[in-house]
């Protein structure tokens, strides 16, 4: 008899957690189950029509289930699919953001340098007349060489800006000498006495130290939003483990299996899946914030009197005031030349070159600064606005990717899916980033293996952080060549080729875009009250036949 009541307790002790939830006396349907299934685009093929014991689960609690082992596999691959959609469509809405701080900078940025040249060439026609007309080339390079460095192409500024001053002198000197005959030789001769001469006063330098601040800070600006881009895109698409897939599938689809589809997960449990998912984008954080920080630092130096407005199109003026300040002198610095590099015979083409240059020369070029309008000052606020917003990307991203998933109202935390039925989640919330998960419950992880393309990208943004540093210090910094990229087109600046052509910023999103939280099966009939008759019963007749014996 002893021995019947142990079978019977054991017997009452193994049936009462297969039934789990939702179980009863009779068998559950599957109709739920296989009608969600279905509309995931899986076929009926194996699905069963009522529930079955659940020993061959791999992934999901082993109690009675709908769900068979290529059912769980299916639905583990669909979860790994569906997390990497949204992975990538949050990235999407981030490179958008950046795309058009890109474009509105790049955009207004070409667009002063293509008024300064306009004013150039409008007053300096008038003012200058042939000796500009007949020079025309020395001033189109200028500007064709600045643009050129300005979109990432390996161009020296420094050895641009020489070249200009050094072209010019001998233009200048030639217009202004045409009673002689003056070779080739000889006018290299008067190019390499600029230094020591310094004949259009002090422009040269001070116009070397503006245009350089300006041009290397402002290329560098634009690479940083690029590279920025190009992480986002590369660090959105990296493949999640076979363990954050099983992580997700738990979470996302064994309440399914369970018969408790409305079941949403424990809002802990999910950070720590999260967690574990994007341990290795969480690593970012730190070069990331450090990269928008400095990008912040150096736009601040766009605007203001000594802004990107005010050096870009000042220089026709500046050019012009050298100009005429070499001319007032040329009787000095013809001289000086003279005794440099030799005396030469008259027989050139005219004897009143410099008189006719000294009448233009005294014509200074209209200052056209009062024309410009305070968009650069709009552009820098509204960049700035968008690199603090996206400082917390990759450690806000559990939570974001959370907030839509988790069970919330009264009760909650007592009702919600914590891995293996409705109840309280106990465990600890990780901390951020890889090191932080050696005790994730959820998702196991081998923090000795980093992702390596995640640290290609934390290397890429360092590497971009020192460039946009040495450009706070006006220091040049070299690039590839990006002249190809500079549309967009192959750049981290097209999410996915969907380049849009809107030069205006962007809207930046509050939170990535979620895909809906997979459909909840129907109630299920039948009451829980009855989940637990027969154990009962069981229960009952042992504790008669106790008192029976007694």
């Not at 142990?6 to 939830?21: K, M, Q, R």
């Not at 529930?51 to 979860?79: F, N, V, W």
């Not at 981030?94 to 150039?120: C, H, P, V, W």
């Not at 979620?514 to 027969?534: C, D, F, H, R, T």
Request: charged letters at 20%; glycine letters at 8%.
């Amino acid at each position: 008899m002893d021995s019947f009541i142990i079978v019977a307790l054991a017997v009452c002790s193994l049936t009462a957690p297969a039934y789990g939830d939702k179980g009863t006396s009779k068998a559950r349907s599957c109709s739920d189950i296989r009608q969600f299934y279905s509309g995931k685009g899986f076929a009926l093929d194996g699905v069963p029509q009522s529930e079955i014991s659940g020993e061959h689960l791999r992934i999901c609690p082993q109690g009675y289930t709908c769900c068979t082992s290529d059912m769980e596999d299916s639905l583990a691959m669909l979860s790994r699919r569906e997390m990497e959609g949204v992975l990538k469509e949050a990235g999407r809405s981030l490179q958008t953001s950046l795309t058009g701080q890109y474009k509105a900078f790049d955009g207004y940025f070409m667009e002063l340098l293509n008024r300064s040249a306009i004013s150039l060439q409008e007053t300096f026609t008038t003012t200058w007349g042939a000796v500009y007309s007949q020079n025309l080339q020395v001033f189109t390079d200028l500007y064709t060489d600045l643009r050129h460095y300005y979109r990432g192409s390996n161009v020296n500024l420094e050895e641009v800006l020489n070249e200009f001053w050094a072209r010019l002198l001998e233009k200048l000197f030639y217009q202004a000498n045409k009673q002689y005959y003056i070779g080739e030789d000889y006018l290299e001769c008067v190019s390499k006495q600029i230094e020591t001469l310094r004949p259009f006063g002090d422009t040269p330098r001070v116009m070397k130290m503006m245009v350089t601040r300006t041009f290397v800070a402002a290329r560098s600006f634009v690479q940083g939003l690029v590279v920025s881009g190009e992480v986002v895109r590369k660090a959105s698409q990296v493949q999640l483990s076979q363990e954050c897939m099983r992580a997700m599938m738990r979470m996302t689809y064994c309440p399914h299996c369970r018969g408790m589809a409305s079941a949403r997960p424990c809002a802990n449990y999910c950070s720590n899946v999260m967690k574990g998912c994007l341990a290795n984008q969480a690593d970012l954080n730190s070069e990331w914030r450090n990269l928008a920080d400095t990008m912040m630092q150096v736009a601040g130096r766009f605007d203001g009197p000594s802004g990107v407005e005010s050096v870009v199109l000042s220089l026709p003026n500046r050019i012009s005031e050298a100009m005429s300040t070499m001319i007032e002198n040329i009787e000095t610095i013809n001289s000086k030349l003279f005794q440099a590099c030799g005396n030469i015979r008259e027989g050139g083409t005219s004897s009143t070159g410099g008189d006719d240059i000294m009448k233009r020369g005294k014509v200074t070029v209209e200052d056209r600064l009062g024309t410009s309008s305070n968009k650069m000052e709009k552009l820098v606020s509204d960049v700035t606005m968008r690199l603090k917003d996206m400082q917390p990307y990759w450690v806000s991203l559990p939570s974001v990717l959370c907030s839509d998933r988790v069970a919330t109202g009264t009760g909650a935390e007592e009702k919600c899916w914590n891995g293996m039925s409705r109840a309280r989640y106990l465990p600890e919330v990780m901390g951020d980033g890889l090191a932080s998960q050696i005790n994730n419950p959820e998702v196991e992880i081998d923090i000795t293996k980093p992702d390596m393309t995640i640290r290609q990208q934390i290397m890429q943004l360092k590497i971009m952080m020192h460039r946009l540093r040495n450009a706070l210090n006006g220091q040049d910094v070299d690039f590839q060549d990006t002249s190809d990229d500079a549309s967009g087109s192959g750049s981290g600046m097209c999410a996915d080729g969907m380049c849009s052509n809107d030069p205006h910023i962007v809207p930046v999103t509050d939170r990535p875009i979620l895909y809906p939280y997979p459909p909840e099966n129907k109630k299920v009939k039948g009451s829980s009250a009855n989940q637990n008759l027969p154990c009962i019963a069981i229960y009952l007749l042992s504790l008669l036949i106790l008192l029976l014996r007694r």
